[in-house]
């Protein structure tokens, strides 16, 4: 039997479908069919679909799934063509050690003046200047952020503490990749991310050992770790690619690392703190820097982000 799954989600909602065939071509015609069933009237809220997983380990990017007017066997032919070259998410990719920073990983910067909550001054004044509208919404609730850090089963760093109590989500292309998540759709997205990586290691019980969430739970922040782990908190996500926090102990506690559909978090962490990342994001909105590939403006009190050349 070959099985698959695909996750779904956007700014509201999540879903995980999964189903199994007899053959390759069967489970690729299903997964089209089951995906397009429930896209149907929700098409203009989702991108393309990231994170397909054939026989449960295969990841494939798929193009064109939320266009209805692509014919379903194109679909499935560009299932079948791919899946030789697919990746598998189970394979070890050698010791867990830490990555060295990726050509967008950002240590050079370190939190500015007045630490995290400076930051959100920063943006929130220019965002009032520029935009004539506030760059978040209200807080989160504190005994919602009490029990966000509980069921994360991990010390929170102050940085996300303070996040959720300054602010709780944005309706603004803050950032130029991510959406900034509000603490309940944050902990949508986490959970989404667990339930995948239960099922994968449900399903192929001899690759399990090699990516088992206490071992890497316990090692070092900003350790790749090749599956979602508890500990890791999102504060930002768009089409299967999440910003989290890393909360595990270490030197690196509290960095920011991004967790992909098509890579987990191979590329290691992007950012030191949460006070960094919002401080680089202040510098990019002030001066028309860069933030990670992309520049912003402020055009008829929108904000815009385009990539840098």
Known sequence: MVQWS???????????????????????????????RYLRGRTEH???????????IYELEIFGITDFSVPTDAIVEQILTALPNARNILQPSGENSPTP?????????HAGP???SGQLDRIT????????????LPAADPSDIAAAQQYSGNRWPQDLLDLFSRINGSELPILPEHDLLSLDRSNDIRQLWLDITTDLRQRHPEMAADFDPEVLGAMPA??????????????????????VVDTRPGDLHGCITEYTAEGSDDDGPL?????????????SLETGTEFLRDRPSAVAGELIWEQAR
């Not at 920073?101 to 910067?109: E, G, L, P, V």
């Not at 004044?125 to 978040?136: E, S």
């Not at 950012?271 to 994001?281: E, G, H, I, K, Y």
């Open 222 to 243: 900003g350790t790749p770790a090749g599956i979602y782990l508890p500990q890791f908190v999102p504060i930002a996500d768009r089409d299967g690619a999440t910003l």
């Open 114 to 116: 007045g630490g995290l």
């Open 46 to 56: 989702y991108g393309e679909m990231t994170a397909v997983y054939f026989d449960t």
């Open 271 to 283: 950012w030191t703190s949460l006070a960094a990342m919002l401080t680089n994001l202040a510098d």
């Open 125 to 136: 004044t220019w965002t009032q200047t520029h935009l004539g509208r506030a760059a978040f």
């Open 6 to 36: 695909a996750a779904l989600q956007h700014r509201d909602s999540a879903a995980v479908l999964r189903g199994e065939a007899d053959t390759p071509e069967q489970a690729a015609r299903e997964l089209v069919d089951a995906a397009r």
């Open 101 to 109: 920073a990726t050509s967008r990983a950002r240590f050079d910067i």
